[in-house]
């Protein structure tokens, strides 16, 4: 739906027991210029009351919401409807791609001409928007669009500036990881894009389908990039776009048992049903295994390795 020519855009804010973060993103996001977006906010079925707090600021906003509950998973949004907010309470936690698919779905059947997938612990610069919508509308082979994602408490040091997946060893690379911004050039080519931001079209989901909600956490964003550029779209990012990101945290680091349960059972199952060649694939599973393995050795918590082994061992179950 266009607005005086503007392509319409749906923010997708995904919360699970996040609320200081989500509240401290849609403040930034009601401080930017694009004149035509709407924000979806998805609680996954939160444990704390995120959804009360999330409630009480979206009532001292004095701007319109619509609250839903999500029995079917896909809510409807009315023609017409002009809320600025959209809070949808999720009945069940499916994970990164259930969570954000919900909000997606709903922001498609609203009129959305993009969509556009934000972690709710960012906040923005006010014109970041412009630069990602505007390189979509001038090139239709883009797929997916992001912008210089730097870390929240070092604001002068780039997080992620465009990445690679290793196409032999299935290795994940941010380019310029925890550099100094000095105006480095944005990479031309350009194979992996961090789920923390993406703008993207509607045809993209129409042709590639929507994040695979299997993988739960972790790598799913890999994964929805590899889809995305098999089916002929290109990933692009554009420095003039800008956020910052309060790394980590959420899930307990990368050596929680969570962590290493979904990324070693996710990057497993990615290498298996992506990686064509024999030798490319056992190259990745054995660059993958011993780093983490080591990681694990190294940080003495040995009761991991049950971890490890219980995540691989659900491969085989399917």
């Not at 930017?32 to 444990?47: E, G, M, R």
């Not at 100094?180 to 993406?198: L, V």
């Not at 079209?201 to 890999?222: H, L, Q």
């Not at 049903?273 to 918590?301: A, P, Q, T, W």
């Amino acid at each position: 739906m266009f607005l005086n020519n503007v392509p319409q855009v749906a923010i997708i804010i995904l919360n699970y027991n996040g609320s200081d973060d989500t509240v401290a993103c849609l403040e930034s996001l009601q401080r930017i210029s694009y004149p035509n977006y709407h924000i979806v906010v998805v609680d996954n079925a939160s444990t704390d009351d995120s959804v009360s707090v999330l409630l009480n600021y979206l009532k001292s906003t004095g701007k319109a919401f619509t609250q839903v509950d999500c029995a079917d998973k896909v809510p409807l949004q009315k023609e017409g409807e002009s809320s600025f907010f959209t809070l949808i309470q999720s009945e069940v936690n499916g994970g990164y791609g259930h969570g954000n698919n919900i909000g997606i779905l709903h922001g498609l059947n609203a009129g959305a001409d993009y969509i556009l997938v934000l972690n709710n612990d960012t906040e923005v610069e006010p014109n970041f928007l412009e630069p990602l919508v505007n390189s979509a509308e001038a090139n239709s082979n883009i797929g997916i669009v992001s912008g210089k994602i730097y870390f929240y408490d070092q604001p002068d040091t780039i997080w992620f500036n465009g990445g690679q997946l290793g196409a032999c060893n299935s290795k994940v690379t941010h380019f310029n990881f925890n550099e100094k911004d000095i105006g480095q050039p944005t990479q031309k080519e350009i194979s992996f894009i961090t789920g923390c931001m993406w703008l993207i079209p509607k045809k993209v989901f129409e042709r590639v389908g929507y994040i695979n909600e299997t993988y739960f956490m972790y790598v799913e964003d890999v994964e929805f990039c590899k889809r995305v550029t098999l089916s002929g779209f290109k990933l692009v990012v554009i420095p003039e776009s800008k956020i910052y990101h309060k790394v980590g945290g959420s899930t307990g680091g990368m050596l929680s048992e969570f962590s290493v349960y979904w990324r070693v059972r996710n990057m497993h199952r990615f290498v298996h049903d992506y990686v064509e060649k024999r030798g490319c694939r056992y190259l990745s599973y054995f660059r993958f295994n011993v780093i983490y393995l080591l990681n694990i050795l190294k940080s003495l918590k040995f009761s991991l390795l049950s971890v490890y082994v219980k995540s691989l061992l659900s491969l085989r179950k399917g």
